[in-house]
């Protein structure tokens, strides 16, 4: 085996967008694993929207990447050097390694794969942080009801696509926004949505509002918030009383752009909040890590039989992952985002 | 007795702060009870800031009052003529009878006093719906832990000095927020604030922001809000992860004047929902008053026996009502606002 690898690390602060400046790819020695660590040869790595947030050197839940760190990604590979009795050679990981051809980390940071239970890229996705995601906040502070009505933007995505079909199961009315016709259909013939609006097609909210108020002729209990923006400020004044919006992210600002969102006011969120009595309720997944068994008993088995389907978009090379990511970020992938690395 | 009462009605909607030609003083002839019916000589009657948001002709929890109707309030008086056999000439009682001289409600919407339990007016502010919002908002949605840090504006009103006194009690923090020194002094000596800064001392929300960082060193675990405006911008900022909002209220904001809090953007008040984990919830406290006899029954005797205390400002006459109202909703009152009709 080769004693080097690669990795990509964050060569400078992006100014709204990222460009390919910002990111650098580095070789390096190979770790030598001390004591209880793991060395992983990775196959596969994540790219979320949240990497976008830890690009910034702004005061957030985590720690911002430093200036010629390793970007943060989870991964999963196969174990070539390991001092933890916990794991052998050719034993399969998962753990946030970062966008890296090699990871190496304490045995108890690591989560151990079983490839005969699926695709091991499934712990990127459905059955990982993002299917977690979903299946935690629309839980947890959607508390969705049957026959009540749930929105959800990035339909296709890893998160949205599981909101949506277990909004479904749960007897709701789904609507799903996605950017363009294909995602759209995908979103209704895959993924089971009612409805998908195109958000690409509509001028400005208040267009996009006067077909989403069609799309949900009783209204909108639950709004599950992962992009903000303009479809938030069609949403909110479609809320019915008692709704409840979960908030798990907001990639139309991650860039810091606001001039499109300029008719979205403080005040109209706000007076949004008082007069339906809205429940607004940010989380972030890392912190409900122990709710992770209790969402893989539910919905393992119904990945396993195909009740809940997903999408994967593979990207080929650690090289092209910026440029994968950059795509991600304007809507350019066709389900979770996933590198190959091998 | 005469056979003649007075009302104020909406003659016009106000465009931002209220004028006087708003409102018109009428004459009309003193209603007959129907079956069931009771007829009260009213005493006094509650000034709120919600009666702003009445009096617009935009969607919200409640009708509008329309042009021409009387506007709504709380007020307590005498039974001077009855139908019903729960109500004898003599009671004192409240009701929602409007800025008025008299009012005709059905017995089953009315709430009986026994003045011997101390002034009728408490009905209206700490033992009313002012008192109750309080309790039940801290406790339901503030959450409240010894230790923590508790943030609430118009500190001396009658809502803002329940909250506070209450998170005392409960072993918070409490920072009040209030315009002007004697308001700030009377939060801290009688309502026991930890401290209370004067937001007209500021001239932006920046500095306040910097005042009320120093005032909470640990940060802010619940802002009770029901102002919203300069007051919200210094504060999200400064919120704790987990922390909690309850928002009742945003009195800076319903004349819709916004240009003064340009700087607090939609993505400013997102993004730290969604970094610090918050939770947000709207409500309005008629929701809820199946909850009023546990708060009776709890704040009730703290009431009577001091520990809890509450600050009354009294107006004189029906006809001076409207002046009051506008004063009040630019901080010109010195605790709860009430009007004395007889």
């Known amino acids: 085996m080769s004693d080097q690898m690669q990795r990509i690390t964050l060569a400078s602060r992006p100014n709204g967008a990222p460009v390919a400046e910002n990111f650098s790819l ?9 004591p209880d660590e793991v060395l992983v040869k990775l196959h596969y790595m994540s790219l979320d929207p949240y990497m976008r947030g830890r690009m910034d050197d702004a005061k957030s839940y985590a720690a911002p990447v430093a200036i010629g760190g390793t970007m943060e990604a989870g991964a999963v590979g196969e174990v070539i050097a390991s001092n933890s009795p916990a794991f052998q050679p050719g034993d399969f990981a998962f753990g946030l390694f970062g966008w890296a051809s090699h990871g190496c ?28 995601t979903g299946w935690y906040g629309l839980n947890e502070y959607g508390k969705p009801k049957a026959g009540e009505t749930l929105v959800v933007a990035a339909a ?36 089971g949505f009612d409805a998908c609006l195109d958000h690409r097609a509509f001028a400005d909210a208040s267009a996009l509002r006067a077909e989403l108020a069609t799309a949900c002729p009783n209204g909108i209990d639950i709004y599950f918030e992962n992009v903000a923006g303009k479809v938030l400020e069609a ?14 992210g907001m990639i139309s600002w991650y860039g810091g752009a606001q001039g ?4 979205l006011t403080a005040p109209m969120i706000w007076r949004n909040i008082l007069v339906k009595f809205l429940s607004v309720k940010g989380f972030i997944i890392m912190n409900h890590f122990d709710r992770y068994p209790d969402f893989q008993k539910e919905v393992g088995p119904l990945v396993a039989n195909g009740d809940i389907r997903f ?19 304007k809507g350019g992938n066709m389900g979770k985002q996933i590198v190959k690395l091998v």
């Open 26 to 34: 580095q070789t390096s020695a190979l770790p030598v694993p001390g």
């Open 105 to 132: 980390l304490p045995a108890n940071q690591l989560q151990k794969l079983n490839p005969d239970h699926g695709p091991i890229t499934a712990a990127l996705g459905v059955l990982g942080m993002p299917g977690l």
């Open 156 to 191: 296709t995505g890893p998160v949205g696509s599981m909101v949506g079909q277990l909004a479904k199961r749960a007897g709701l009315r789904t609507i799903g926004i996605a950017g363009g016709a294909e995602k759209c259909a995908l979103a209704v013939d895959t993924f």
């Open 235 to 248: 949403v909110i004044p479609l809320m019915n009383p008692h709704g409840r919006i979960p908030v798990c």
């Open 260 to 263: 499109a969102d300029a008719t």
């Open 311 to 329: 999408l994967e978009d593979i990207a080929e090379g650690l090289e092209n992952a910026p440029a994968a990511f950059m795509a991600m970020l």
